[in-house]
């Protein structure tokens, strides 16, 4: 099965979540692993690099590709100036083959015309000149193919950064040029695993992943450590894994989980619990948990991941909407983990910036505030209701909660997180989010 024309076609749907398509057409195509991961790495870097992607192929088609040429176009970018391990030579031979069977002898000429003028301008090594400049990479163009950032920034933002400017326009308004780029500019790259300690040390566990080649790096949190993405595989079928003493999780979702305060046999409600991460955190404190969630597949994979963890037993699951069926003021504590923007979190979810718009906001703002007055309900005189999001967005965050106190006066800002994304930090890729822990009075 030839990969090129697999993913081509994965980016001709315009899926919701192109990756996990991806993943489904690889296990029915059997693809063998390195096909699978050409595949997933194609289809990932076009979501990561969408804007230059669309940018450098307008430039050198001179705006002539339509959108199924400029697809085939696009994944030989990727393999150009992307990716380093495929020759020129084979990247043009490929993609126009793969262009030639989707769409005949003529588009492939053109694909093939495309590729090498775009070939023709690379150059090794950065210039300082930003319009010229490949961000993250160690290449250039002979001439200007970018806005200059000074004049546009917000366009310059969406070509070499690959941020949309609905993003990018709140970003600059909010932080400034130097931080709001430097955002984008950590989004562009996909943040080494955070790995949660279940059982036993840090040190030790780290000790033991050393000993199959697995170099860790401890994070901020005394639970969490860092390893480089290209060792997932080796990692999910490491015994400390396998046996349920590690999992992963980011280092936010964790302090959000932890801001419930679970205690032994008290009675809580996970709100949106898939795929459970935030569960499993609950379980592990002795409290008995439900855990709620809308779609009955997503929470299929939390039954597996309590089952790897040995957390099971004191966990019900409850497929539904919000707290449809559930009996008010029956929980001790309720943790709302809403579905959001995800803009805390674009370098492991590349393709949320596309789908940000401002009919998605208010779409998600009404869904997080139904999703509040569900889990106030659910929560007992004197418990605890926990807010959180990875976005970075004020209106799905501090505004949110403002908006619910002033409409429950019996509920109370106890705590509040709130982070920025920081992929080359000191202690590594912190996931941006917002929880607050609120107090029924």
């Known amino acids: 099965m030839n990969v090129r024309i697999l993913a ?54 001179r705006g002539k590709a ?23 030579h ?10 030639r069977i989707t769409l005949g002898e003529r588009h492939g000429r053109t694909v093939e015309i495309v590729l090498r003028a775009a070939l023709g301008s690379r150059m090794r090594g950065n210039t300082g000149d930003v319009r010229r400049d490949l961000p993250l990479r160690d290449l250039a163009f002979a001439n200007s193919v970018f806005h200059d950032p000074k004049e546009h920034p917000l366009l310059w933002a969406e070509e070499a950064l690959s941020m949309p400017v609905p993003i990018m326009k709140r970003w600059l308004k909010r932080y400034g040029e130097e931080r709001a780029f430097g955002l984008a500019r ?33 994070g901020a949190h005394d639970r969490i450590f860092l390893v ?41 409600l996970d709100l949106c619990a898939a795929p459970g991460g935030k569960t499993a955190v609950l379980a592990a404190a002795g409290a008995r948990v439900v855990a709620r969630d809308v779609d009955e597949k997503r929470l299929a994979r939390v039954t597996n991941t309590l089952a790897r ?33 995800n803009t805390g979190v674009l370098g492991k979810r590349p393709g949320a910036r596309w789908r940000f718009s401002s009919d998605s906001q208010v779409a998600l703002g009404a869904l997080q505030a139904a999703l509040l007055a569900d889990a106030a309900r659910c ?60 107090r029924r009075a």
């Open 90 to 99: 084979a990247v043009v031979a490929e993609s126009v083959r793969a262009a």
């Open 8 to 61: 081509w076609r994965i980016l001709r749907k315009q899926h919701a979540t192109p990756l996990r398509l991806a993943e489904a057409v690889a296990e029915r195509a059997q693809l063998s692993g390195r096909d699978r991961r050409l595949l997933l790495s194609l289809v990932g870097i076009e979501l990561r690099r969408r804007g230059t992607l669309n940018t450098l192929v307008r430039h050198f088609s």
């Open 379 to 438: 929560v007992r005189p004197g418990g605890r209701l926990v807010y959180s999001t990875c976005s970075i967005e004020p209106e799905e965050n501090q505004r949110r909660v403002k908006a619910f106190l002033g409409a429950r006066a019996d509920f109370a800002l106890e705590a509040e997180l709130d982070h920025l994304p920081d992929t080359r930090g000191p202690s590594g890729p912190l996931d941006g989010g917002y929880a607050a822990r609120l």
């Open 228 to 268: 480089p993405r290209s060792r997932s595989a080796r990692l999910l079928a490491s015994v400390p894994f396998t046996e349920g003493r590690i999992t992963i999780q980011g280092e936010t979702a964790l302090r959000a989980a932890e801001l419930v305060q679970a205690r032994a046999d008290e009675r809580i």
């Open 309 to 341: 963890l040995k957390l099971a037993t004191n966990v019900e699951l409850s497929p539904g909407r919000g707290a449809e069926g559930l009996a008010p003021d029956a929980f001790d504590a309720v943790l709302v983990d809403a579905p959001c923007s």
């Open 186 to 218: 950590g989004a562009l790259e996909e943040p080494d695993l955070s790995v949660r300690v279940v059982q036993g040390e840090r040190k030790a566990v780290c000790a033991e992943l050393a000993t199959i080649e697995i170099a860790a790096r401890d």
């Open 66 to 88: 339509d959108t199924a040429v400029g697809a085939h176009v696009a994944l030989g970018l990727i393999q150009a100036f992307l990716l380093d391990r495929i020759p020129d």
